[in-house]
C-alpha cells in the first residue's frame, strides 16, 4: 500500500487487532456501516474496519465496517484535513507581524 509508506498505524494497533477486526465484521453483518444524505445504508460487503473518532481508540463502540469505497473517501479527507491544519500551523510561522515595507 503505497499511501501507508512511512506511517505507524500498522504497529499501533492492539496484537488481537485481527480478532477484534473480524468480531466487528460480525456485529456489522459484513455490510457497510456508511449512510448516505438520505439515511440509506451502502449495500456493499464491509471489507475493513474503521475508527469513527480518528486515533487510536480501538473499542467496539468507535469501530465500524465499511466497503473499501468509503473507507479510501473517508480515509482520504480526513488525511486532507490533517494536511491542510498542518500547512495553517506552518504559515503561522512565517506570518509577518510586522507592515511590509513597500507599504510604509
Known amino acids: 500500500m503505497p499511501n501507508w509508506s512511512g506511517s505507524d498505524r500498522r504497529e499501533r494497533l ?11 465484521l460480525r456485529r456489522d453483518g459484513h455490510r ?4 448516505d444524505q438520505y439515511g ?7 471489507t475493513d474496519v474503521d475508527h469513527i473518532v480518528p486515533g487510536d481508540d480501538h473499542r467496539e463502540t468507535n469501530l465500524r465496517a465499511l466497503c473499501g469505497f468509503h ?6 479527507r480526513e488525511g486532507a484535513l490533517a494536511l491542510a ?7 503561522r ?12
Open 85 to 91: 491544519a498542518q500547512r495553517r500551523r506552518i504559515e
Open 14 to 24: 492492539p496484537a488481537d487487532w485481527p480478532r477484534i477486526r473480524v468480531r466487528i
Open 40 to 46: 440509506e445504508r451502502c449495500e456493499e460487503l464491509a
Open 32 to 35: 457497510c456501516t456508511h449512510r
Open 71 to 76: 473507507h479510501r473517501a473517508k480515509s482520504s
Open 93 to 104: 510561522r512565517f506570518r509577518r507581524v510586522e507592515a511590509h515595507p513597500g507599504l510604509l
